[in-house]
């Protein structure tokens, strides 16, 4: 059982990373139309966006094993944390590695934006995605407990 939740854990951050990265590669092509925020080798910039990508799931995956918040991240305190698992990557890769912007001058103000935006959409899937299971989970509860109250009635 525990390595069905871990699995389903890992494909949980997985799916997340992979969007997170469409979400960013949409952000930055149309940003690339009007300026050239990506550099002349547009390979080597995706490759950074989804290491950074990468590296967002995995510390977010550590940080919700931690702090065993991994079944209550929907919270105000799991969207902080949250939010603080995506700027470090943001700004340690980002901007102190790969150089994108630099993180000691108001250029990070462009990245924080992004960052926020992504991150706020990714949260709301997630949670309406949450939403969406506790429904199932409740109907099919409430149609069991109909099933055996009408078995119950006549036997």
Known sequence: MQKNKL???LRTYGVSCCVSYTFVSMIFSVLSMSNHVISDNP?????ELFA?????ALLMF????????EDD???VTGFFVGLCDVAIPVIG???FLFQW??????QIILPIIILLCVYLAIF??????????????????NERKERLQHDKENH
């Open 101 to 106: 912007f630099n993180p000691l001058s108001t």
């Open 73 to 75: 991240t929907m919270t």
């Open 52 to 56: 950074v990508c990468a590296a967002i």
């Open 93 to 95: 890769l980002g901007g």
């Open 124 to 141: 709301v899937l997630f949670y309406l995605n949450a939403k969406h299971t506790e429904k199932e989970l409740n109907r099919k509860i």
């Open 7 to 9: 699995i389903r854990r």
């Open 43 to 47: 390979w080597q910039t995706h490759l």
């Open 62 to 69: 550590f940080s919700d094993t931690l702090l065993h918040q």
